[in-house]
């Protein structure tokens, strides 16, 4: 199906779907259930389901190219369109379906029937059609979740539609199923979420500290305090599985203040014990947060120092590159600085920041991501990208540590490249508190 598609009347049909809702429920521009009329109808289907043990499935769909279709047609043009997606997905999915539209781009439908052959239904609401002269070739990203797998709310069938859609994306499929397997992550992720509550004050944490050598002299700078932590059940958790997950229930903020005072603790021990270490500490964009009713990272830190005496230009928080265009987050980094108080910048050119945003950054350290380290023995152009970056640093004043070195060959071209400090594999992995230590014999 091509040219002159299924081009429908923007009204609704005459044989609207079987579930009827009062005006208020609907969305303007389709006449289709919007959000709250489709949640309020769905689940009186499914406590009627409930009750005789039937099953329906949730099919939610995002039109990927929304915007740019909008753009490209005018208004009228923009409703025929809308209307031929809800005539499509009335003639694909059926009269016993509940359609809706949430907003823009969103769609959904829930179906009686939990056995329906999904992929060829959406490729009819997909078929390329002409709005006005113009060909509109739609594009659709779905998620599905079954009522008896998922759910015993629409709130919560809609959650399982979109996580099994979002999982799709991340693998590169069109269709996502919500599954044993996305449900397993999903209990793993409330329960580590769960978890990151007891461990608020430390239970379970710890840090590792990696070194940073400096790569001409080849000695021990410093070191980056990285955290670690034991989950009763689960044993060893990635940081890199937790950390977002702390994020995303605020325990980062008591976890942070818990880890920066240990790692100040560690440090200070390590100067008793005749070894003063610079040592790098990274934060969170949550703990920069100026309304989190915790303590200021910037208090905890001229806290600590005056305690145990420590040296501030020993110290530094790394931050990383995206927080540079937070105004709010950089008030409170730029006066952490004043305080004299290193900062790096972590991971520097993972992200796509503009480099205007390090012209008034008070930065001492730039970190180059690993990314960039990881071809630049093969490729040219990647090297040439690290010698422009550590030039810049050093116009600015800062100095550059490269993340992630694996090999002596990267070294050398890092090297050559004119980086300061080196941090990786090739040199340690990260180290109890003790190792380090007794690394002085080694440098
Ligand atoms: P990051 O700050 O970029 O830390 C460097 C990560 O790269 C560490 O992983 C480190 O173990 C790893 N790494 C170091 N050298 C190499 C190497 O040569 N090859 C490879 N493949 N990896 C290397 P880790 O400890 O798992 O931490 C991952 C991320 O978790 C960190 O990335 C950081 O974003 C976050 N994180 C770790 N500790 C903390 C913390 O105390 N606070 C906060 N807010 N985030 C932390
Ligand atoms: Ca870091
Ligand atoms: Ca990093």
């Known amino acids: 199906m091509t040219d002159g598609v299924n081009i429908l009347p923007a009204t609704p049909p005459d044989c609207p779907c079987i579930f009827q809702a009062p005006a208020l429920l609907h969305d303007p521009l389709t006449g289709m259930l919007n959000k709250h009329g489709f949640v309020t109808e769905g689940n009186r289907i499914l406590k009627a389901l409930s009750t005789n043990g039937g099953n329906a499935i949730l099919i939610y769909m995002e039109l990927n190219n929304y915007d740019g279709l909008i753009s490209r047609l005018g208004y009228d043009a923009a409703l025929i369109l809308l209307a031929t997606i809800r005539n499509r997905m009335e003639m694909a999915f059926g009269r016993g379906a509940l359609l809706a539209r949430f907003d823009s781009e969103r769609f959904a439908a829930l179906l009686p029937d939990a056995s329906t052959e999904v992929e060829g239904l959406i490729r009819l609401v997909e078929a390329p059609l002409r709005v006005d002269n113009t060909v509109c070739h739609l594009s659709l990203s779905c998620g599905v979740a079954s009522f008896q797998d998922a759910a015993n709310s629409m709130d919560m069938l809609i959650m399982a539609a979109r996580s099994a859609r979002q999982e799709a994306l991340c693998s590169r499929r069109q269709i996502g199923w919500y599954a044993d397997a996305l449900r397993r992550k999903l209990a793993r992720q409330?329960?580590?979420?769960?978890?990151?509550?007891?461990?608020?004050?430390?239970?379970?944490?710890?840090?590792?500290?990696?070194?940073?050598?400096?790569?001409?002299?080849?000695?021990?700078?410093?070191?980056?305090?990285?955290?670690?932590?034991?989950?009763?059940?689960?044993?060893?958790?990635?940081?890199?599985?937790?950390?977002?997950?702390?994020?995303?229930?605020?325990?980062?903020?008591?976890?942070?203040?818990?880890?920066?005072?240990?790692?100040?603790?560690?440090?200070?021990?390590?100067?008793?014990?005749?070894?003063?270490?610079?040592?790098?500490?990274?934060?969170?964009?949550?703990?920069?947060?100026?309304?989190?009713?915790?303590?200021?990272?910037?208090?905890?830190?001229?806290?600590?120092?005056?305690?145990?005496?420590?040296?501030?230009?020993?110290?530094?928080?790394?931050?990383?590159?995206?927080?540079?265009?937070?105004?709010?987050?950089?008030?409170?980094?730029?006066?952490?600085?004043?305080?004299?108080?290193?900062?790096?910048?972590?991971?520097?050119?993972?992200?796509?920041?503009?480099?205007?945003?390090?012209?008034?950054?008070?930065?001492?350290?730039?970190?180059?991501?690993?990314?960039?380290?990881?071809?630049?023995?093969?490729?040219?152009?990647?090297?040439?990208?690290?010698?422009?970056?550590?030039?810049?640093?050093?116009?600015?004043?800062?100095?550059?540590?490269?993340?992630?070195?694996?090999?002596?060959?990267?070294?050398?071209?890092?090297?050559?490249a004119g980086c300061d400090y080196g941090q990786g594999y090739f040199y340690y992995r990260p180290l109890a508190a003790q190792q380090v230590l007794d690394l002085r014999h080694k440098h």
């Open 190 to 416: 409330r329960a580590l979420e769960d978890g990151l509550w007891f461990a608020r004050s430390g239970a379970g944490m710890s840090l590792m500290y990696q070194p940073k050598i400096d790569i001409r002299a080849g000695q021990m700078f410093g070191v980056e305090a990285l955290l670690r932590w034991q989950h009763p059940e689960f044993g060893a958790v990635s940081p890199t599985e937790f950390i977002p997950l702390a994020e995303r229930n605020q325990t980062i903020v008591p976890i942070g203040e818990w880890l920066m005072r240990e790692a100040l603790r560690q440090k200070h021990i390590w100067r008793q014990q005749g070894r003063s270490i610079h040592l790098s500490i990274n934060v969170s964009p949550m703990q920069l947060q100026p309304d989190n009713c915790a303590p200021s990272v910037l208090e905890i830190l001229t806290e600590e120092c005056r305690r145990l005496g420590l040296e501030r230009d020993m110290l530094e928080l790394e931050i990383t590159e995206g927080l540079l265009s937070n105004e709010e987050v950089m008030t409170q980094v730029k006066a952490i600085a004043t305080e004299g108080f290193g900062i790096a910048i972590d991971d520097f050119g993972r992200d796509h920041s503009a480099l205007s945003l390090l012209v008034n950054c008070p930065a001492t350290t730039l970190k180059i991501d690993k990314s960039f380290v990881d071809n630049v023995v093969e490729n040219e152009r990647q090297l040439a990208v690290v010698q422009f970056i550590v030039a810049l640093a050093r116009r600015l004043g800062m100095r550059t540590v490269v993340e992630g070195v694996e090999h002596l060959m990267q070294l050398v071209a890092l090297a050559d």
